[in-house]
């Protein structure tokens, strides 16, 4: 070894690192090995083998040998940090670096190959707390935001899941709306019916006997007794037929909704002479089941009646006609209207569920219900149902 | 007695550390610690009969401030590929760091490890093909450095993958 070399010896070996000089393919130790390496194995009397002191030095040397073969003049590499236990296991925090270094100051002077590694480590604990600092701030960030994804997972989740229920509630009281409906049509049908041929028939025949009576009769009291009798016979027989329309007109059973609406018509014009009441319909056939034709004479009453009793109207008009694939029908009158947004928020008292009920067995038949109104510019209600 | 050099990777704070101090030492510890550079361990493990030694090479997680270098795997017989079931970011880091071993350093066997399933409340992974890295893998499972579970049969894996062993279903776990 010469001075230069001694030397740098001297200074690396005050620095607590252990180093060695490439020498015939080889390594010796210079200076004297450093107390903490010498739990890898590495000692003044012992044999200088970083491979077998350091397994990292497979690595690292492999490196050296190429930055050795490359480099001119002096120069130097350094490796990352690292870690590794030594021979009883203790973890040692490393760092070693190669050097190429001019043994003089001239161009043929011999150039010294050095291997220095450090044992303390002491370099890289800023490195560490830093990057590790940074680090946790990242993952504090996605741990957050991971839990609010959870948060709001399992709540989409929910909604979704109540609103399928709910969807599921409605369509059921719906159905069950609709069938509520039809089983109360199916009772005022049977006690139309047995008002009708039942009572209506007794009444009917007592009448006739009642006639026959009169006509027989010699005493003049006692026709004009009977007389009035008859009178009182005729008025059950008209509150009997009325009873029966208004619960369920036998005729919409035999003639269908066409001619039952008509006849609805006439029977409104006749109770209410101020109002100007006309049906139109085009005439053309309409298939559709009985129940859907009661339901579509249960909504157009209701139409008239509320009609008649908010609109003011002086002309009223009921229309039914055939589109491809569905039958129409419209109520409409020249009252005062009302504002379209009580629909859409009706209020207990202020209007708007009688039509919001009509919406829903609109639904349910698969149809739909549109209204145009404003105040002071009537109402058309129109009605959609599919026809089979 | 023969050698295995065996890398750890994976993304940062998925457990890579933790896994080699469980297999190695047996024990665990919730605190996180940043890995530089490398953590060098050694375990003799047997090979059907044979007893082999681990070198393990625990090298620093990957994320935007620390590149993994590739150079660490050199002459590395097989690697761990380390994924946090919590956080579903670090699968396409294992991803992207496989492909990058398969450019710069060639096709090595490899176990994934779906780490930390002890965090079941917090599991986020739920793609079963695992973005194309199950069918590569020599075998998947998953494992908790905390509980130890699979954590041996992660290694036992690797090792008969590397020394060419017998399928890695020998190791006994289960995915």
Redesign the interface.
């Known amino acids: 070894m010469n001075d230069d070399t001694s030397l740098i010896a001297d200074v690396l070996g005050a620095m607590g690192l252990l180093v060695a000089k490439r020498v015939d393919g080889g390594f010796r130790w210079i200076g004297t090995p450093p107390p903490w390496s010498e739990d890898f194995g590495c000692a003044a009397s012992e044999p200088c083998d970083l491979i077998s002191s350091f397994?990292?030095m497979?690595?690292f040397l492999?490196?050296a040998e190429a930055f050795w073969a490359e480099a001119e003049g002096a120069a130097t590499i350094s490796?990352?940090?690292?870690?590794?236990?030594d021979r009883v296991g203790v973890?040692h925090?490393l760092e070693a670096v190669a050097m190429r270094l001019p043994t003089g100051s001239g161009a043929d002077d011999e150039a010294v190959e050095v291997v220095a590694v450090a044992g303390a480590g002491a370099d890289?604990v800023q490195?560490?707390s830093i990057?590790?600092a940074?680090?946790?701030r990242?993952?504090a960030v996605?741990r957050e935001l991971?839990v609010q994804r959870?948060v709001e997972q399992q709540l989409r989740l929910r909604v979704e899941q109540r609103t399928v229920e709910l969807a599921r509630t409605n369509e059921q009281l719906r159905t069950l709306a609709a069938q509520v409906g039809l089983a109360e049509q199916r009772e005022r049908h049977r006690l139309a019916v047995g008002l009708h041929d039942h009572v209506g028939q007794l009444l009917a025949a007592a009448k006739l006997q009642a006639a026959a009576e009169r006509a027989a009769a010699a005493d003049p009291a006692q026709r004009e007794r009977l007389g009035a009798l008859l009178e009182v016979m005729d008025k059950a027989i008209d509150a009997t037929r009325t009873l029966t329309f208004e619960l369920s007109p036998p005729m919409l059973y035999e003639l269908g909704l066409v001619a039952t609406l008509a006849s609805l018509v006439e029977q409104i014009a006749r109770q209410h002479a101020s109002i100007a009441c006309i049906f139109c319909d085009d005439g053309e056939p309409k298939e559709m089941s009985q129940d859907v034709e009661v339901v579509l004479f249960q909504v157009a009453r209701e139409l008239i009646n509320n009609a008649l009793k908010h609109a003011a109207a002086t002309r009223l008009v009921v229309e039914t006609r055939a589109e491809p694939g569905v039958l129409v029908m419209a109520v409409t009158d020249d009252g005062v209207g009302f504002d379209e947004r009580v629909l859409h928020e009706p209020v207990v008292g202020a209007g708007g569920f009688g039509l919001c009920t009509v919406r829903e067995r609109m639904d349910h038949l698969g149809g739909r219900l549109e209204v145009d109104t404003r105040p002071g510019a009537g109402t058309t209600v129109r009605v959609q149902v599919p026809m089979e | 007695m023969k050698q295995a050099k065996i890398c750890m990777l994976g993304a940062f704070c998925v457990g890579k550390t933790s896994l080699v101090a469980r297999f190695v030492k047996s024990v665990f510890s919730d605190k996180y610690h940043s890995t530089i550079g490398v953590k060098i361990d050694k375990k003799v493990v047997s090979v059907g009969d044979a007893p082999v030694t681990l070198v393990l090479w625990d090298l620093e997680g990957e994320d935007d401030l620390v590149r993994v270098q590739m150079s660490y795997l050199r002459g590395a017989a097989g690697y761990l590929l380390v994924v946090d079931g919590t956080r579903p970011e670090t699968l396409e880091t294992a991803v992207l760091l496989r492909r990058r071993i398969e450019t710069e350093v060639g096709v090595l066997p490899f176990v994934l490890l779906l780490n930390k399933c002890d965090l079941t409340d917090l599991w986020a992974l739920d793609d079963p093909g695992l973005l194309g890295l199950r069918d590569a893998a020599a075998t998947t499972l998953k494992t908790s450095a905390k509980t130890g579970q699979n954590v041996e049969e992660a290694f036992a894996a690797l090792a008969s993958a590397a020394m060419g062993g017998p399928a890695p279903d020998a190791a006994g776990g289960k995915p």
């Open positions: 397994a990292f497979a690595l492999h490196d490796s990352a940090p690292w870690s590794e236990p973890d925090q890289f490195t560490q990057l590790q940074a680090r946790e990242r993952l996605d991971a959870q």
